[in-house]
């Protein structure tokens, strides 16, 4: 009876284990991980680490990005450290983002970077860009 619960806990462990989230590849460091789904994009997920730690973008909690391929697209995923309505946000916040996107832009280059705000699971919740 015993080893039939022990190897059901250990089958259940499994699937959980198999049901996780895969967000990509990982860069990771006590501040900062950047998630990155496209193996081709690890360099430019180490540049944009360096750059928001040289821009001193890092914030008292742990924070978490995606760079993901959308089409020519690369979309930075951005999530929030409050509850984020997109209703709710300003002019002057998504000129702010806007200002960081173009920045970032030289650091990805050739390609064409997006920011999104996304929820815990890097689902779009806003993009500036639309």
């Not at 081709?40 to 997920?45: P, Q």
């Not at 020519?72 to 997109?86: A, T």
């Not at 280059?109 to 699971?121: A, D, F, G």
Request: with cysteine; net charge neutral.
């Amino acid at each position: 009876m015993a080893k039939i619960k022990i190897s059901s806990l250990f089958f259940l462990f499994i699937l959980l284990s198999a049901c996780g989230q895969d967000y990509g590849n990982k860069l990771e460091s006590t501040e900062l991980d950047i998630f990155f789904t496209n193996s081709d994009d690890e360099e430019t997920a180490r540049n944009i680490a360096v750059y928001w730690k040289e821009h001193q973008l890092l914030g008292e909690k742990k924070q978490f990005l995606q760079l993901e391929r959308n089409g020519q697209i690369l979309e930075l995923k951005l999530i929030p450290s409050e509850k984020f309505e997109p209703k709710q946000f300003s002019f002057d916040e998504r000129a702010t983002l806007k200002s960081l996107q173009d920045s970032l832009q030289k650091v990805v280059q050739p390609n064409r970077l997006e920011l999104v705000i996304s929820n815990r699971q890097f689902k779009t919740l806003y993009n500036i860009n639309q």
